[in-house]
């Protein structure tokens, strides 16, 4: 077991005075609504512990959601589970519904937590490389990591760190794959409303091949920029369900009862609350990537997600957590190291992940220094 790197690089970033560009949350304040929506349930009577599977006003709101949006029906006393995020929900999952010494197959580039989480759950990670362009896999890949001992199959869409978003055909695909072998399918899909223009979200738990081996693990703090509140859920068939709550019980018992009913407040927002964050988290992108080029990184055009993943090679063919290790200390700007997201890699990935989750006054200061290195 390890710390993390992406919140060890958050820390040093407070003690050198870096942009912080590396851990994917806002610093922005809270919005508005949300901010009047927790005020709300904190003047009303939710202070002591509700249900341990989560507040059935919250469970009702997500239900609703997730027929409206997901095209997943979930009835909220059989179906779900709320979380501390989609940090707890996914290590419920893994310990809850795998046993110890099992193997999970997933795909890399991936999430730094999904490594350190199946160590502790005893699991093995099978990584699939996938490789721009378009991180694309095939069938035969994934039979090529299938063995007596896989249990299940883990994926993040939209992903993280590379902003991919699967194709109808690729989610398919993993679902035939899982069905043939009578895998579980672990899907984040954290990033769910943040997907960009010429992409489309689809739940591969509305698939029928997948429907009943499928745990939708998604987290509510960063599509309402506020990951304090520590509020996710996990949504998957009543047998899974059921051993989903015992585990998630003796982990934290619930998650913050006044934060769950803000949460189904924020459910209830109307379609134009996400049209607005789209838009402005897409210029913040902009201006983000505009500055990176302009020091000569490329980088990924994402589907979804709000992280860059960029490609450093014209620049420099340092080891990439040393170049990365650099542009914090001599620049002042930090992203992170992209073979954090390549836990079996042999080989340098030369990418470097960074996200424009931050307040546009943020991601100007960052442009500002990048455009220092430019001009030296």
């Known amino acids: ?89 996914m290590i419920v999952a893994m310990e809850g519904l795998i046993e110890r010494g099992s193997e999970v197959i997933t795909f890399a580039p991936m999430y730094e937590n999904y490594v350190l989480q199946s160590i502790a759950a005893g699991l093995t990670l099978r990584t699939l490389e996938v490789w721009e362009p378009d991180f694309s896999f095939t069938a035969e890949q994934l039979e090529a990591l299938y063995s007596p001992r896989t249990a299940a199959i883990l994926l993040c869409n939209p992903c993280n760190p590379t902003g991919k978003v699967f194709t109808a055909a690729e989610l398919e695909t993993i679902a035939a794959f899982a069905a043939a072998h009578d895998l579980l399918i672990f899907c984040d899909e954290t990033y769910e409303f943040l997907v960009w223009p010429g992409h489309r ?121 040393v170049f990365s290790e650099r542009l914090m200390r001599e620049v002042g700007v930090a992203g992170v190291a992209g073979s954090v997201f390549y836990p079996h890699a042999t080989r340098n990935p030369r990418r470097l992940r960074f996200t424009f989750s931050k307040r546009r006054a943020t991601i100007e200061e960052a442009a500002r220094r990048l455009e220092a290195v430019q001009q030296s």
């Open 1 to 89: 077991m390890r710390e993390s790197v992406i919140r060890r690089t958050t820390v040093l970033c407070a003690q050198t005075g870096a942009v912080n560009l590396s851990q994917g949350f806002s610093d922005d304040d809270a919005l508005p609504e949300l901010k009047q929506l927790a005020h709300d349930a904190i003047a009303g009577h939710h202070h002591q512990y509700t249900d341990p599977w989560g507040s059935p006003v919250l469970r009702r709101a997500v239900a609703r959601k997730m027929a409206r949006y997901n095209h997943i029906d979930a009835d909220p006393d059989r179906n779900i589970v709320i979380t501390c995020g989609a940090t707890e929900g």
């Open 201 to 321: 979200h689809l739940s591969i738990g509305s698939l029928a091949d997948a429907r009943d081996r499928t745990v939708t693990v998604t987290s509510m703090g960063k599509t309402y920029s506020v990951t304090g509140w520590r509020v996710g859920y996990l949504v998957a068939e009543e047998s899974l369900t059921n051993e989903l709550r015992k585990m998630h019980d003796f982990h934290t018992v619930t998650a913050p009862h006044p934060f769950q009913i803000a949460l189904a407040g924020a459910l209830e927002l109307p379609d134009d609350f996400y049209e607005r964050l789209r838009a402005e988290y897409w210029m913040r992108k902009q201006v983000l990537a505009s500055a990176l080029g302009k020091i000569g990184l490329t980088y990924y055009e994402p589907g979804g997600s709000y992280f860059l993943w960029c490609d450093y090679a014209r620049v420099s063919d340092e080891e990439d957590h």
